[in-house]
Nanobody, 125 residues
Framework: QVQLVESGGGLVQVGGSVRLCCAA??????????MAWFRQGPGKEREFVAA????????SYTDSVKGRFTCSRDNAKNSVFLHMNTLKPEDTAVYYC?????????????????WGQGTQVTVSS
């Protein structure tokens, strides 16, 4: 089992930036996990945002955040980050960190067996 705890969410202005952090605690080395960020906005289903592979050298993003969001990880600190820039109201959502040991379809929630509790990001003018 891996425990995931997100932090860094809050209220941010349109056009602003925020960095989310997901801290992992596990008996398995953190580099064993592919990591991802999902979000669930008001009245919407949970959707894929970004993913990063085990060594951090490959990332994937949903089209709506490409060029604005950057996913990174620091395996020495057992952490994955989501740097969010030029925020828009439609980015308002609960953001979830997720971890997976298996699978190759990065954008499917079913790949990820472990989830954090989520952190709220509200983008307002």
């Amino acid at each position: 089992q891996v425990q995931l705890v997100e932090s860094g969410g809050g209220l941010v202005q349109v056009g602003g930036s925020v960095r989310l952090c997901c801290a992992a605690t596990s008996g398995r080395t953190f580099s064993s996990y592919s990591m991802a960020w999902f979000r669930q906005g008001p009245g919407k289903e949970r959707e894929f945002v970004a993913a990063i592979n085990r060594n951090g050298r490959s990332t994937s993003y949903t089209d709506s955040v490409k060029g604005r969001f950057t996913c990174s990880r620091d395996n020495a600190k057992n952490s994955v980050f989501l740097h969010m820039n030029t925020l828009k109201p439609e980015d308002t959502a609960v953001y979830y960190c997720a971890a997976a040991l298996y699978g190759s379809t990065w954008d499917l929630s079913g790949k990820y067996a472990y989830w954090g509790q989520g952190t709220q990001v509200t983008v307002s003018s």
